[in-house]
């Protein structure tokens, strides 16, 4: 499976019709880093643990799934009027097919986890509307506050401009 045939699947999850195609899993998985402190004798101290918190599972092929909820930044710096939205925290995403990591994008999450907002490669407000329907169907899978509200808070309180671009490239 090459990778614009895995994006095709991905991207053809419509809100309405493949949410019961996927299952969601909440245990960490993949991508877990130790932090650690290093003393002037050279003791090693494992500090915590950074990792995805959840994974979703497409059940019509159980090697795509894709995991997130690893912490990249507690104040990042934003490409839109920060005054609009309050306690952001960037996130990674990662796409899997088997246990192979195709593709990793970052992510906001927006006043507290209401809303998870694609960053868009480059920093820019330009997001490809391919970029857009997945997060609008990645909001609904986790009931978040749904594809309206996801609409208005990428479009009107983020600014972003949805172009026709594909994924961007990894």
Known sequence: ???HTYFSIVNSADVETSIGRWMILDYPRHRSTLEYSVSSDKTWTITGTNTHERQ???L???G???AWGYEVSDNPELPWDT???ANVIENRLDFFYGANIVYSANYYSLDSGRCLVPKVVGGGLELPECQHRFFRFFNSLL???GASEYDRLTLETC???LVQNPWPAI
């Open 1 to 3: 499976m090459d990778f």
């Open 56 to 58: 979703a599972t497409y």
């Open 60 to 62: 019509n092929h159980l």
């Open 64 to 66: 795509i799934y894709f």
């Open 83 to 85: 005054g609009r939205t």
């Open 143 to 145: 009931k978040k506050e």
């Open 159 to 161: 600014s972003f401009k």
